[in-house]
């Protein structure tokens, strides 16, 4: 299993552009790049998934290079609500273990 | 809507006691998960089940033991409790590669054994 690698926490400020990268020197080729996002007392949520290139859904964008190495996590306009923990993880599809790591712990301000 | 059901938010347990940790899904998944969660650590396994009656092992399963006697329930046993399995305890479930293998969580229960 690839193993990544966060920053441990990030502050922004409201309507500012977040972006969260992701290291993983190790990803396989049938490997995905998964985000979750997870609020105090909550679980983790889905956030965005991706294999290469770009993707984007009504939450987040992400942006995946050629090389696959890293990803960049992209959140449009934050708000205080958005104050969370993310975690990227990478595993294949058929896999059953899933390795969450510490996550990136970002914190919004008014 | 998803939705996966833990049984208690919060239990406070002794030291030696035996520990029932139940969830319940609702999507007919056939992958279930049971991660504990400590501050710096992240999430991290502890078994995980891909069918009815069958488990293997995650990251940490010392300790713990698990049941899956029907689909929809992945219950989660500390046979004998220690302080040092205080914590949050997360359980998911998913669909595997046509649902991208996307986890669902329970909205965890902290356990604390004194």
């Known amino acids: 299993l690839a193993k990544t690698t966060q920053p441990i926490s990030m502050d922004s400020y409201e309507g500012q552009e977040v972006n969260i990268t992701c290291s993983h020197n190790?990803?396989?080729?049938?490997?995905?790049i998964t985000w979750y996002q997870q609020f105090p007392s909550q679980g983790p949520r889905f956030i965005i998934q991706g294999y290469k290139t770009k993707v984007t859904n009504e939450v987040a964008s992400l942006f995946i290079p050629a090389d696959r190495k890293s990803s960049t996590l992209s959140l449009p306009r934050v708000s205080l609500s958005d104050t969370a923990v993310y975690y990227c993880?990478?595993?294949?599809?058929?896999?059953?273990?899933?390795?969450f790591g510490a996550g990136t712990r970002l914190f919004v301000k008014a | 809507d998803v939705k996966v059901t833990q049984s208690s938010r919060y239990l406070v347990k002794r030291t030696g006691e035996k520990v029932f940790l139940e969830c319940v899904q609702d999507?007919?998944?056939?992958?279930m998960f049971w991660y504990r969660q400590d501050p710096g650590l992240g999430l991290r396994l502890i078994y995980f089940?891909?069918?009815?009656?069958?488990?293997e092992k995650g990251d940490i399963p010392e300790g713990y033991s698990v049941s899956r006697e029907k689909k929809e329930r992945f219950s989660l046993i500390l046979e004998s409790a220690s302080t040092n399995q205080t914590s949050m305890y997360l359980c998911?479930?998913?669909?595997?590669?046509?649902?991208?293998?996307?986890?669902?969580f329970g909205a965890g229960t902290r356990l604390s054994v004194l």
């Open positions: 190790n990803i396989a080729t049938n490997d995905y």
């Open positions: 993880l990478v595993g294949d599809l058929g896999g059953f273990k899933t390795i």
């Open positions: 998911a479930s998913c669909e595997p590669v046509e649902a991208k293998n996307i986890q669902y």
């Open positions: 089940s891909y069918d009815v009656k069958m488990k």
């Open positions: 999507m007919d998944h056939e992958n």
